[in-house]
């Protein structure tokens, strides 16, 4: 219908170009091109979603020169919502706007549906936008006696015609609030429609006219001892709060596999665990929309990425089989529920959940979701990624192939089981170095940059006091020590004598090194005893036997980039973690934080439905290696128990790093037998 | 594979034939041949649903000798069916026996799954199972740690497998049961699958091994003023128990619109109407479940079948918009539910509930109900179907086309506003008739089968006592009073003096007519008042002027056949109504009566996917017709006041009856002000 001497409209940034008749409006032009150009009021010039900023002058490129007469002047609309609500310089509205001769268009990310947002995490990619649920405003026909359908079936209709939105359907929450609504909004009403692909899309509320008050998500990080959650824009992205709680479930056992004891031993135990995570969940949403300044009831999706145990938990299953081979899953897919399956009411009534899929028994949706933000399977080199927590999961891979496996760490990399031990919080040491030569520490607390031998350290950290070691403290003072001599290749820590240091004081029948002393004054004494060392042994070996599980069955010796996820991953010394052997062998340069990939992974899970269906399609394709019943655990395990390693050689380590070649006892220690225990209690 | 010297099998009634290898089992081949035999167990000799009887000796018609040899001996599992839990003389189990010569097999029809049940109703009509849910043995892979699928994923798996159900989905209730049902069969558990055909497939609920305690459903017919319910086998499509109570809402109201009013007058009153008959419907289930001696919680299906305000009021929605024009439903398509969206504890946790779609603001998913039952749709003959009650339903069609409509006849029709009226019980005069010499009356109560000239009368009724007339007594007895000259054609009573009968007695202006008096003997007087007269006539004008609009739009003067359906319609003697001029013209003998139609018409949807599919489809078919807006209907109205009838003929009715030419007053009484008067009170 266009003639070739049409103005030609060229919009950016997708490069999309065709030639309109005088008079088409930009939004019309953007559509029949495919151009990812928003609208929520289908062009009456109300949402102003369908922005644009026409630019001016010559374009060679393009092969054209657009002149200040390109689109029509502003009209009674465009003005009346420039005045009432107000628009950048140079913005129009898309759906006013005509074309008038040619153009070129550029298209704001704020006016993309699509719109890719960049991750604040180091690495550098970006997250695209495919809203799951939309606004959408519809004008329904009045109803009529002589063709009586209901009102709910001519929105449906209305949907469809005008949105191509096809077999809406709603619940009864929603059916009874449909009629005064649409009598409210003179038959002109605001829809939120969840349609994931999935089954039908729903109806999850509607409003008179048009609703501008938002529409919101939540991505939940549900872990065995903190809940982290974000309150997301569903249209921008945007996350407006951010909270973190402790899993009431602690009460029940620390770890995961204390508390499928605890349930296996108390009748209705899972229940009681189901009861308290359940109402902390919904407590967490009610804080996080207070904390955004929005009503509850506007939040329409959340997702939920958890380890299995927590996975069956917070779905009121029993996850008795999860503690004993063959640790079935009673459900592994992706979950697609409603806030008020699992008894959520701070959400809108018909808000829905959903749950990523659990990769294996041991290997949870969390992993799925940090496959998701990492996306090892896109990766051309070999990529290790470690979410560090009370149980680590371990992925490797690249294009070819990913596998899988989690490992019981225990809490020791939390500041739990150490001497000193605390979490990360102002007063706690984070950061340690240890001269060589004189044996003497420094260290760093949270909540100042300063060194402690710095003279304004004192008073820089008067408020919060020195107070403990958290996870990233001791993983660097253990490696320092044995960077310094005073600790052998084996774990054991010299004599004053045998290693010279004062700092080293006996112990029982071992020896502590003493980071800090303020006993003078009344403070604590802060030092890294021989049972610290111990613990860090344990939790070090079981994550590096892990990945070397993964490596064999990879058929590789090492690996050509590390990834260490989770909220405490973000904050480790990757020269430290390989001076301990936490991690395989690796140039340092290739070995990246990820922050917390399971809840940027969830984050991905709730704006997108192409991400939803990518992670289900992964998750089918990885390959999962359990640990608990592989032969060549214990022995990886058992031979990652020195510093760094007992066998690997760490030419890479070695390239950056001398380790004194100490030695303070006559074997190595019994952190065998310890480590074969304390395997063995914690599977079950 | 099968050679053309394979034995050949001709499997009765479907009179489908095949050859196959000796040695296949007789359900094998049923399957292949696409034979409706059923299994649950999917022929592992357990559930014996696929009992099949063989014939022997000589079959010319199809060509065939059977010996006694055609079929393989009993093997052990039979012989130990048989023994254990019996078989009868001459069957054999499906799955066992095997085919090892010519065989004809005689599919009993509580061997097929799409069985054939004849309706108890006057029609002939049979009713066909197709069901929704189903019962299916599944055996499960059990899991393993190298393929790490959840329990749920490898039971959806299963049940593909072995039955050819795919997308099973599940809600967190059963998966929560999941797993220590598969333990503790074995692998080997039922299924209970619901599965429409409209989204997934759902699991309702599973046990382990074979589950032989059944599959119940219950189909409701949710009136204004009473609730009956049928509680079903859903595998023999057998009634187990029926049941009825009051609507608990009339408390707030008789008739439907002072029900909309309630909610109009009283913030909230829309949700305590709903509370209470939820509540009401909850019972009922538990009663039906006591009565038939099963546990609740094998209720897995429900229909429900009601007007427009009950389907609001117990979906929970506001009726507000059907007290008023355009009378808009909420939602007018079927509805898929689950019994807890109604709060409906009383059921499977996962039962499901469906609910018919309304035809239109006053027609409801009761009328749906009645034109899947009656068919008119499937009519060669235009046939008129009336649903007598508080608002009659009212269907006109053929195959070609189908009119409907309601009309608010109100409740004179089931004793009330009838100044002796009652409820059908025992003591309620039933059935009168008046010599028209002599102008005395003898008339029948329930509870006996003799008439009151009868001299066992006195003694048969002396339990029960003679204690007022219910709906079909009062229309026999102002018919009776119209063919004995007492009464005129405009609806007045004579005096005693104009009609010639001491039984017409004065009563303030006017005259009443006494069927009974007891008061000598401390019983009641039961007579007919003008009052009476005028209630019957408003109820029958609303009730012919209905018919009479349909029969213009259709274009007709006549109809071919009339059902009476409704459980009071099936007492109306079709003479009688058509003295009064209830019904239209026509043949005495095309005059039938369907019982409790709508209730039909819900087990029909409660035992058939194509039942639920049909009726869809029929709905959207039907042509509505709103008598409110209609300018011919108060014509109609009026002169439908007249016994018969004004205007219309009645030739067929003058055949067979001669109506006195009485006339006792100047007019034809104030019944046209009136009429008016009341309808726009109820309407509006």
Request: hydrophobic letters at 40%; a negative charge.
């Amino acid at each position: 219908m266009t003639a070739p001497k049409d103005p030609l409209v060229v919009f950016l940034p997708s490069g999309k170009r065709g030639r309109f008749a005088p008079g088409t409006p930009v939004l019309t032009a953007a559509r029949q091109l495919g151009v990812d150009l928003d609208s929520v009021c289908g062009g009456r010039g109300i949402c102003s979603r369908c922005q644009i900023t026409p630019a001016f002058g010559d374009f060679p490129k393009h092969g054209i020169h657009v002149g200040t007469e390109a689109l029509s002047g502003w009209n009674a609309v465009e003005d009346r919502y420039k005045s009432k609500r107000g628009l950048i310089d140079g913005r129009r509205l898309g759906c006013q706007a005509q074309i008038t001769g040619d153009v070129v268009i550029d298209v704001p990310p704020e006016s993309q549906v699509h719109r890719q947002i960049v991750r604040k995490a180091a690495s550098d990619r970006v997250m695209k936008m495919d809203p799951v649920t939309r606004l959408y405003v519809v004008e329904v026909e009045e109803p009529d006696m002589h063709e009586p359908t209901g009102d709910f079936e001519r929105l449906a209709r209305a949907l469809q015609a005008q949105w191509g939105v096809a077999g809406l359907t709603a619940s009864l929450p929603v059916l009874s609030r449909l009629q005064p609504v649409l009598r409210k909004g003179g038959w002109q009403v605001s829809v939120a429609v969840h349609d994931d692909g999935h089954g039908a899309p729903v109806l999850l509320d509607l409003w008179p006219g048009l609703h501008d008050g938002g529409l919101y998500g939540v991505a939940v990080d549900l872990g065995s001892t903190t809940i982290a959650a974000h309150l997301c824009d569903l249209v921008s992205g945007a996350v407006l709060a951010s909270g973190g709680i402790m899993n009431p479930q602690i009460r029940f056992g620390e770890d995961l596999m204390s508390r499928v004891s605890y349930g296996m031993m108390n009748p209705g135990g899972d229940r009681e665990m189901t009861a308290v995570v359940r109402a902390a969940l919904n407590d967490l949403l009610a804080d996080l929309a207070g904390q955004a300044g929005i009503e509850a009831r506007l939040i329409f999706e959340m997702v939920l990425v958890c380890n299995p145990v927590m996975h069956h938990l917070a779905l009121g299953i029993d996850p008795l089989e999860l503690g004993q081979a063959p640790f079935a899953l009673a459900t592994s897919d992706a979950l697609r529920l409603s806030t008020r399956d699992l008894g959520l009411t701070n959400t809108g009534a018909s808000a829905r959940l959903y749950v990523l899929p659990c990769i294996a028994g041991h290997v949870g949706a969390d992993a799925a979701a940090v496959a998701l933000a990492e996306a090892p399977d896109r990766s051309d080199d070999l990529v290790l990624v470690v979410d560090v927590g009370t149980n680590a999961e371990i992925l490797l891979g690249n294009r070819d192939r990913v596998l899988a496996c989690s490992s019981p760490t225990g809490p020791a990399f939390e500041g739990a089981q150490i001497s000193a031990g605390q979490r990360a919080a102002p007063g706690a040491i984070e950061r340690v170095e240890i001269d060589p030569i004189t044996k003497v520490p420094r260290f760093r607390v949270i909540g100042s940059d300063l060194w402690s031998d710095d003279p304004a350290f004192a008073e820089a950290t008067a408020a919060s006091g020195i107070t403990g070691i958290c996870g990233s403290g001791i993983i660097e003072a253990v490696a320092e020590m044995r960077m310094a001599g005073l600790l052998d290749a084996s774990g054991l820590i010299g004599s004053a004598e045998a290693a010279g240091s004062g700092r080293l004081i006996p112990d029982g029948r071992t020896h502590s090194y003493v980071l800090h002393d303020a006993r003078a004054t009344g403070g604590p004494l802060i030092s890294v005893t021989q049972g610290d060392i111990r613990a860090i042994q344990l939790a070090k070996s079981a994550l590096y036997a892990g990945a070397r599980l993964l490596m064999d069955e990879m058929g590789v010796d090492q690996v050509e980039r590390v990834v260490l996820a989770g909220a405490f991953g973000a904050h480790i010394s990757p020269k430290h973690a390989m001076v301990l052997g936490m991690i395989p062998d690796c140039p340092l340069d290739k070995v990246q934080s990820a922050g917390n990939a399971a809840g940027t992974g969830a984050r991905m899970a709730l704006h997108s439905r192409a991400a939803r269906d990518e992670i289900e399609a992964t998750v089918r394709k990885i390959t999962k290696v359990e640990t608990a019943i592989a032969p060549k655990f214990q022995e990886h395990f058992v031979n990652a128990n020195a510093l760094p390693h007992a066998t690997d050689p760490f030419p890479e380590l070695r390239r950056i790093v001398t380790l004194p070649d100490v030695g303070f006892g006559a074997g190595g220690g019994g952190s065998d037998g310890d480590g074969g225990r304390r395997r063995r209690r914690r599977r079950g």
